[in-house]
């Protein structure tokens, strides 16, 4: 986590790789929201990163958060992503 003060302001940068197996995956999102929650109210949040999900593309679904490009699969990661 890295806090930066822009002029009246306050950004957060929370950098994050996720792992790439399953067994792994729920500590590694339960680091990320122990991270959000550090967060204070009044920043500005960007989190980054490769969570290493498949997503699928049912873009009707997830209208504004996936596209239609990307490949079909959704894996267990994916579905905790989303």
């Not at 197996?21 to 500005?44: D, M, P, Q, W």
């Amino acid at each position: 986590m890295l806090r930066l003060k822009l002029l009246s302001r306050s950004l957060c940068l929370i950098q994050s790789y996720g792992p790439n197996s399953s067994a792994l995956y729920l500590k590694f999102v339960e680091k990320i929201s122990c991270a959000l929650r550090r967060v204070k109210t009044n920043e500005c949040t960007i989190l980054l990163g490769d969570f290493n999900p498949r997503v699928g593309n049912d873009a009707d679904v997830w209208k504004g958060v996936i596209g239609r490009h990307s490949d079909a699969n959704v894996n267990n990661t994916g579905r905790l992503l989303l």
